[in-house]
T-cell receptor
Framework: DSGVTQTPKHLITATGQRVTLRCSPR?????VYWYQQSLDQGLQFLIQ???????AKGNILERFSAQQFPDLHSELNLSSLELGDSALYFC?????????????FGQGTRLTVV | DQQVKQNSPSLSVQEGRISILNCDYT??????FLWYKKYPAEGPTFLIS?????DKNEDGRFTVFLNKSAKHLSLHIVPSQPGDSAVYFC??????????????FGKGTKLSVIP
């Protein structure tokens, strides 16, 4: 158990809908990262938050947004969903912003868009 | 543009032999390299890392080698065990401003250790 909790574990929704994925980081971790893993793809970095502030953006679509709340949990909002958004979405947390700081991953949310 | 590349999608090795997983990168600004292991239905877990100023780091059965001139790193597992069967991701960190670092992953190599 990494200490990072993601809910829900599975989500099935229709095209055009909006969903919210939730992540609770490890106790004491200030950084939260979101990644997308599609079929045949590696882990694509989406976005990073540190202590409530956005710190880095990767290949995140404009239809996607995220935020980190004062209690440090984070939510990833996906809207106007398309079939191609079906993927595993991972959240990770780390204690600091440091380059060598290992990130701990949650078990992921499997999103299926039908 | 894939900045971290793992060109072998899969690798099969006999139990007890050495497993060598390779990773190439294109961005010379990466300052730390990490390997993660992922079992099905679980999130990736950190395995071992190496600073860009070093060329080798060892932790038990796992050793990572870095060749900066070739922009290449490799993970050696000796001896390989069936429990090592998993997908291995190579990752690299890059300064993204305001004191933060971005972690970039390769596509992964699926290792199968045959008993």
């Amino acid at each position: 158990d990494s200490g990072v909790t993601q809910t829900p574990k599975h989500l099935i929704t229709a095209t055009g809908q909006r969903v919210t994925l939730r992540c609770s980081p490890r106790s004491g971790d200030l950084s939260v990262y979101w990644y997308q893993q599609s079929l045949d793809q590696g882990l694509q970095f989406l976005i990073q938050y540190y202590n409530g502030e956005e710190r880095a953006k990767g290949n995140i679509l404009e239809r996607f947004s995220a935020q980190q709340f004062p209690d440090l949990h984070s939510e990833l909002n996906l809207s106007s969903l398309e079939l191609g958004d079906s993927a595993l979405y991972f959240c990770a947390s780390s204690v600091s912003k440091g380059s060598h700081t290992e990130a701990f991953f949650g078990q992921g949310t499997r999103l299926t868009v039908v | 543009d894939q900045q971290v590349k793992q060109n072998s999608p899969s690798l099969s090795v006999q139990e007890g032999r050495i497993s060598i997983l390779n990773c190439d990168y294109t961005n010379s600004m990466f300052d730390y390299f990490l390997w993660y292991k992922k079992y099905p239905a679980e999130g990736p877990t950190f395995l071992i890392s190496i600073s860009s100023i070093k060329d080798k780091n060892e932790d038990g059965r796992f050793t990572v080698f870095l060749n900066k001139s070739a922009k290449h790193l490799s993970l050696h597992i000796v001896p390989s065990q069936p429990g090592d069967s998993a997908v291995y991701f190579c990752a690299a960190t890059l300064y993204s401003g305001a004191g933060s670092y971005q972690l970039t992953f390769g596509k992964g190599t699926k290792l199968s250790v045959i008993p």
